[in-house]
């Protein structure tokens, strides 16, 4: 079989830069151009409603409430990867209020159960999103949600916001029943975008989030809306800011260097 002579040079090259030894592998990512953003959900949607929410059921326990609810959700996802005894977002968050609740001694309602789990569906996009989706589809970067949340929640949240439009579709790790920040969710942003780990960016909420990025080799920027502290984990995200629109920042600078 004759190799011509383009496709004989794009092997040869990526044989090089596979034989590259770790440090000029980081080179050659640094060099290389950003062509997509994975986020996390909470980079684009403010969850300050549900903590809202819970105050106004519970006044002057709203906060304690939704911390160990926050706090159970974490625990229950990272013990069912571990257990391999998977169940989508939805069902882990209801799972996690029920047992806060029961936890506080609080009586909850069905109804006021429903109202509470309802805010994961309608959740508004922070202020400085539109704006910033505008630009990266402006700059043809592409864009999906690499997210703990099941697909329904993704499509409810995108729909009650009006923002279909800019985003592939739904890297939900109900793909591959497997929460961040395991390996094999992070896998499906090259899988799901059809590009080198180092061509996408990833823009995490939680610092965990943007150390298991970062651990799983993405370019990462930590999107630090809560002005939270850096995570002792032997890694730092590439970037931090503290909205959303500090991504075109990153980009500005990585690929011009590019």
């Known amino acids: 079989m004759r190799i011509k002579r383009r496709e004989f040079i794009s092997l040869l090259s990526a ?31 403010d969850p300050r409603p549900i903590e809202q929410c819970a105050e106004e059921l519970f006044p002057g326990r709203g906060t304690e409430l939704t911390s160990l609810w926050r706090t ?44 509470l ?12 999103v539109p704006e910033t989706l505008s630009e990266l589809r402006r700059r043809n970067i592409r864009i999906a949600f690499l997210s703990n949340f099941s697909a329904a929640m993704l499509h409810s949240n995108l729909a009650a916001a009006k923002l279909e439009e800019y985003f592939e579709p739904h890297l939900t790790t ?13 896998q499906m942003g090259p899988d799901g975008f059809a590009l080198e780990l180092h061509e996408i960016g990833f823009a995490a909420f939680g610092s965990w989030d943007a150390v298991g990025a970062k651990w799983f ?5 930590w999107v630090n809306r809560s002005n939270r502290h850096w995570e002792n984990l032997d890694v730092q995200s590439d970037a931090t800011t503290s909205n959303f629109r500090g991504t075109l920042d990153f980009l500005d600078e990585r690929n011009c260097a590019a």
Request: glycine letters at 2%.
């Open 15 to 45: 044989t090089a830069i596979t034989a590259l030894p770790l440090s000029e592998h980081l080179a050659v990512a640094k060099t290389t151009r950003i062509k997509a953003i994975a986020v996390d959900a909470f980079v684009v949607f």
């Open 72 to 115: 159970r959700q974490f625990e229950y996802t990272w013990l069912r990867r571990i257990g391999n005894h998977y169940k989508d977002f939805w069902q882990v968050t209801e799972d996690a209020l029920n047992n806060a609740v029961s936890e506080m001694r609080l009586p909850l309602t069905k109804a006021e159960c429903q109202r």
């Open 117 to 128: 789990m309802g805010k994961y569906e309608t959740l508004p996009p922070w202020p400085d």
């Open 174 to 186: 109900d793909r591959v029943d497997a929460f961040k920040p395991s390996p094999v969710a992070y």
């Open 217 to 221: 080799g993405y370019p990462t920027i």
